[in-house]
Antibody, heavy 122, light 110 residues
Framework: EAQLVESGGGLEQPGRSLRLSCAAS????????MHWVRRVPGKGLEWVSG????????VYADFVKGRFTVSRDNAKNSLYLQMNRLETTDTAFYYC???????????????WGQGTLVNVSP | HSALTQPPSVSAAPGQKVIISCSGT????????VSWYQQFPGAAPKVLIY???QRPSGIPDRFSGSKSGTSATLDIVGLQAADEADYYC???????????FGGGTRLTVL
């Protein structure tokens, strides 16, 4: 059974950095694109970023461009999100999600982690 | 604001039916498959419908999806108290090259 486990969230001040990790198991990691999706408490889901199976195609939401960097290590079955210049509006639960295909051009995520909370506060 | 438009809330009595709408544009709903997700408080989202109208194994046939043009709908019949959750539509936007979600619909079973 496919499983995703996020880590790396926590409390951080505006302007600082955090690195989220997502450990994958139960499926062939390098066959699939991976994405980050967040949910601000009290609000809806918001897509953050996606990366293709081979890291050849990477896409970001407009609100994170230049601040966040997504990457993956297929040898370690791991997905990462480097978050720099954090803003209070980045406070949210961050989920990693497995796409159902190798490329990023999909809105179908068939496996989600439980999420990790990022709290950006002065 | 969200790229896809959903009603903020819907409600109905147990056993009744609700329809949740998802309105988009030619470059997202009108051009790509729509997925629907269910999310309970404190839990991860789960896919209910994919490819506009397909159910993953284990999803009851009380849940169904359809699409016409730039609008998609999620129908839930035979409502149960356990269906109270937030529901989201999502798809790829070919013009913007991003994933887009609806703002979410809170289902209340009266």
């Amino acid at each position: 059974e496919a499983q995703l486990v996020e880590s790396g969230g926590g409390l951080e001040q505006p302007g600082r950095s955090l690195r989220l990790s997502c450990a994958a198991s139960g499926f062939t990691f390098d066959d699939y694109a991976m994405h980050w999706v967040r949910r601000v408490p009290g609000k809806g889901l918001e897509w953050v970023s996606g990366i293709s199976w081979d890291s050849g195609n990477i896409v970001y939401a407009d609100f994170v461009k230049g601040r966040f960097t997504v990457s993956r290590d297929n040898a370690k079955n791991s997905l990462y999100l480097q978050m720099n210049r954090l803003e209070t509006t980045d406070t949210a639960f961050y989920y990693c999600a497995k796409a159902e295909e190798a490329m990023v051009q999909t809105g179908l995520f068939d496996c989600w982690g439980q999420g990790t909370l990022v709290n950006v506060s002065p | 604001h969200s790229a896809l438009t959903q009603p903020p809330s819907v409600s109905a009595a147990p056993g009744q039916k609700v329809i949740i709408s998802c309105s988009g544009t030619d470059s997202n709903v009108g051009h790509n498959y729509v997925s629907w997700y269910q999310q309970f408080p404190g839990a991860a989202p789960k896919v209910l419908i994919y490819d506009d109208n397909q159910r993953p194994s284990g999803i009851p046939d009380r849940f169904s999806g359809s699409k016409s043009g730039t609008s998609a709908t999620l129908d839930i019949v035979g409502l149960q108290a356990a269906d109270e959750a937030d529901y989201y539509c999502g798809t790829w936007d070919s013009r913007l090259s991003v994933v887009v979600f609806g703002g979410g619909t809170r289902l209340t079973v009266l």
